[in-house]
């Protein structure tokens, strides 16, 4: 069990740190985006794009740091059964795509005020996301 603790702790450190590599570079560009007053981007009829591209970076910049931080609790804290660690682990590294992904593809090929069939996977991983953090919730506190 330690060693399975020890890959998951580090698979989540790669992947929060590669993901919060990818997050703040979709800032840097959308804030690049901003500075040369790309039309695409800050048009009024773009609105609804750069608030999904906005809360793309803000979610998947958070949930990488979440991944992290996950890094270090599993290998310390809390009592898991193997199935509910590679579960969550699971669960939130999905999240962690699904989430940020959905939101960005809602702004793609958006209308005025709908965004594209992409923000469907906005409450998929949501919904990954919240299973993943109350099962970590219930092994740090009630353990098995």
Do not use: C
Request: charged share 15%.
């Amino acid at each position: 069990m330690n060693e399975l603790r020890q890959r998951i702790a580090r698979r989540h450190q790669i992947v929060g740190w590669w993901g919060l590599f990818v997050f703040l570079a979709l800032g840097f560009a959308l804030e690049t985006l901003h500075g040369f007053k790309m039309g695409f981007y800050l048009d009024p009829e773009h609105r609804l794009r750069r608030l999904l591209w906005t809360l793309a970076h803000a979610h998947g910049t958070l949930l990488a740091l979440v991944q992290i931080t996950f890094a270090f609790t599993v290998g310390s804290l809390g009592r898991w059964t193997e199935r509910r660690l590679k579960l969550v682990s699971f669960l939130l590294i999905d999240g962690l795509v699904l989430l940020p992904v959905g939101f960005f593809l809602g702004g793609i090929g958006h209308t005025e005020v709908d965004p594209s069939m992409g923000v469907l996977l906005v409450p998929i991983g949501a919904v990954l996301l919240l299973i993943a953090v109350g099962l970590i919730a219930w092994s740090l506190t009630r353990g098995e």
